[in-house]
């Protein structure tokens, strides 16, 4: 068996990496709503989740066992799985960090803390 590779789950780390900070740079409030944040994850994640294992078990495309960890699910590979939670998690938080950024004021304040 061939070392595991990490490619897959390094971009996925990348892609927290640059969104986590988000949350506290914006005072993002997505986490504080967990049944709305889980919600928005499987309306995005989960009908492209039913393709990838359709695409799979028909033989559109296969993931390469040297490429990917050795774990499965479904015969997915777990960051294949992964991917469909942290990419519209990333999504989620760009989204609401650029609305948060354009209701600042041009000192950079967020609204709370405008002068009156």
Do not use: K, N
Not at 85 to 106: G, N
Request: glycine share 4%.
């Amino acid at each position: 068996m061939s070392r595991p590779h990490w490619s897959y789950v390094a971009m996925l780390a990348f892609c927290l990496a640059g969104t986590l900070p988000l949350i506290p740079a914006f005072r993002l409030r997505v986490l504080q709503q967990p049944r709305r944040l889980l919600l928005t994850i499987l309306a995005a994640g989960a009908p492209l989740l039913v393709w990838d294992l359709y695409a799979t078990r028909v033989g559109h495309w296969r993931f390469d066992e040297a490429q990917t960890l050795p774990w499965r699910v479904a015969g997915l590979p777990l960051e294949e799985i992964a991917f469909f939670v942290v990419i519209p998690l990333a999504a989620v938080l760009t989204y609401e960090a650029v609305r948060a950024a354009r209701r600042r004021d041009p000192a950079g304040r967020p609204p709370q803390l405008r002068e009156v």
